[in-house]
């Protein structure tokens, strides 16, 4: 079993960076692919970044470029660095952990934070 604690969510305006961390217990991250998603009020789950067991990345669109995600495993940390933020990106954003890494994409995950509110002003 792993559990997932999103932190670093906030209020910032139009431009801003935030960082958000998923910190992990109950197991080692060593193995396990991990991804962020974001939920808009009113809308559909949606993929935002992930990172496999080897450090590659993949992100969608409209954040490339913007976002950075990476790990610490000794930490057993993952984070999203978002810089350049826009109203768009107010989401509420998740973290979540799988062993097979389209999956995780596809946010299938069986294993998921309660989440971190982003919100950027205008």
């Known amino acids: 079993q792993v559990q997932l604690v999103e932190s670093g969510g906030g209020l910032v305006q139009d431009g801003g960076s935030l960082r958000l961390s998923c910190a992990a217990s109950g197991r080692t991250l060593t193995n396990y692919a991990m991804g962020w998603f974001r939920q808009a009020p009113g809308k559909e789950r949606q993929f935002v970044a992930a990172i496999n067991w080897i450090k590659s990345t993949f992100y969608t669109d409209s954040v490339r470029g913007r976002f950075t995600i990476s790990r610490d495993d000794a930490k057993n940390t993952v984070y999203l660095q978002m810089n350049t933020l826009k109203p768009e990106d107010t989401a509420k954003y998740f973290c979540?952990?799988?062993?097979?890494?389209?999956?995780?994409?596809?946010?299938?995950?069986?294993?998921w934070g309660q989440g971190t509110q982003v919100t950027v002003s205008p």
């Open positions: 979540a952990a799988d062993y097979d890494y389209p999956r995780l994409i596809r946010g299938e995950s069986d294993y």
